[in-house]
């Protein structure tokens, strides 16, 4: 554990770096170019990259050890940060400049969390891998909460070019870490394992696809990765939905202080997990907490107040860490160390694919959907719309609170399959 502990406040001070970069480009395109389209290509170029790279990345991660992936990961990182502090110095930054970098940090992204999913798994015992996790999710808990607050605070005082000089120096440190843990320390089983896991002769397009047929061969973990694509799907609704919701009953300093409330939450979840080792049945603990998850987006949209909205998302990323870190768990106990790789960058994948998936539908359904039917002369605006209130906003908190229902639906669905009741099973 102390080994982990290491890699990952290395992974911790480089994950706050980067969210200070990210946040500062967003603002910096925003305030170039005054459109709002072309700063949301940033957050597509986040994941539509490594989404694409994964099933290679679970080749790469499977035939080197974790921590030549994450050193090299790092290190490609870091040297696009340097090359954007060029750009800026010489003072010739494009914005398809930062598309680029974006992009290629997409790409080395997802080599970092493929090899960093399987690190646990190397280095902690089976008893701690709950918590092991739960301390990845509270780290990002930490760069979603503090990144803008120190981003925001440096640019009011100097400028893009001290923040990428910041995000520099997060990458050597992060890159010491892995550094002082020598390769040796990789217990000599394992090493073994990944060693074996290299001598695979069969053309590439097999190597691609086992990931995905090992998946598919077990029921159990199909449906997990399913239903873990309906929690990021959810996810990305959400992230979309909130801003509107609290815009319509207030002000954006109130947005401020609700977005860093849901953090917080998020962030004494992940601490909370931490000292608990979670369920003996870790998936009756994902079903537990998807059905909370549901409940508090109940609260959060049925009634115009910011109240309801501040406890609604605190709650909903208040058990968040304990969903992921359990889940997490099962897959590193379920598939063997030579085949996480592949396995996880599958599953990687279709996470992904499911978050962007929230952002669009998130738009469109509240713009096209929900918020005609609560405006003064909507189809709803006389029944439920005496529940929830009319106008605008009030379909944007339809939506939310279907979203609540729809997660709970599916936590009732997923937990009536025996296949994923019993996806923790040897058999």
């Avoid at 389209?37 to 080197?64: E, M, N």
């Avoid at 490609?76 to 090359?83: A, N």
């Avoid at 694509?229 to 009953?249: H, N, Q, R």
């Avoid at 998020?266 to 907490?289: D, E, H, Q, Y």
Wanted: a positive charge.
């Amino acid at each position: 554990m102390q080994r982990f502990l290491i890699i990952w406040f290395g992974q911790l001070i480089s994950t706050t770096g980067s969210g200070l970069t990210s946040f500062a480009l967003g603002i910096w395109i925003y305030q170039n170019t005054g459109s709002t389209a072309l700063f949301a290509i940033v957050p597509t170029l986040i994941y539509l990259p490594g989404i694409l790279i994964s099933p290679f990345a679970g080749i790469i991660v499977d035939r080197l050890q974790f921590r030549t992936c994450m050193i090299l990961s790092d290190f490609g990182s870091g040297l696009v940060i340097v090359l954007l502090a060029v750009f800026l110095l010489y003072e010739n930054l494009q914005v398809w400049q930062v598309y680029i970098a974006v992009s290629v940090s997409s790409l080395f992204s997802a080599f970092q969390w493929t090899a960093y999913s399987t690190a646990a798994t190397q280095l902690v015992p089976p008893v701690n891998l709950t918590q092991a996790n739960a301390l990845v999710e509270m780290a990002k808990a930490t760069a979603k909460i503090f990144a803008p607050l120190i981003a925001g605070l440096i640019l009011t005082v100097t400028s893009l070019q001290s923040i990428i000089f910041i995000n520099i120096c997060t990458f050597l440190f992060s890159l010491f870490t892995l550094l002082i843990i020598p390769a040796s320390i990789i217990p000599a089983k394992i090493t073994k394992v990944v060693a074996d896991g290299s001598n695979n002769k069969t053309r590439l397009s097999n190597e691609i696809t086992r990931g995905f047929n090992y998946i598919t061969e077990d029921p159990g973990l199909l449906r997990l990765m399913i239903f873990s694509g309906f929690i990021f799907f959810t996810l990305g609704l959400l992230e979309v939905l909130f801003t509107p919701l609290v815009l319509s009953i207030g002000s954006a300093n109130e947005l401020g202080k609700i977005l860093s409330i849901g953090g917080c939450g998020w962030l004494v979840g992940s601490l909370i997990a931490t000292i608990w080792k979670g369920p003996v049945k870790r998936i009756n603990g994902v079903f537990l907490f998807s059905l909370l998850q549901g409940l508090w987006l109940l609260l959060g949209g049925l009634k115009p107040s910011i109240f309801n909205v501040g406890i609604g998302i605190f709650g909903y990323l208040l058990v968040y860490p304990f969903i992921a870190s359990c889940i997490q768990t099962i897959w590193q106990t379920k598939v063997p160390l030579n085949m996480q790789g592949r396995v996880f960058s599958t599953r990687l994948m279709f996470e992904w694919l499911a978050l962007p998936l929230g952002y669009l539908l998130a738009g469109l359904l509240a713009d096209i959907v929900f918020e005609p039917l609560l405006m003064p002369n909507g189809c709803l605006a006389n029944s439920i719309g005496k529940i929830i209130g009319i106008g605008h906003g009030r379909g944007v908190a339809l939506l939310i609170i279907t979203t609540g229902f729809f997660i709970i639906c599916i936590t009732a669905l997923a937990y009536m399959n025996n296949a994923l009741r019993q996806v923790e099973s040897n058999d």
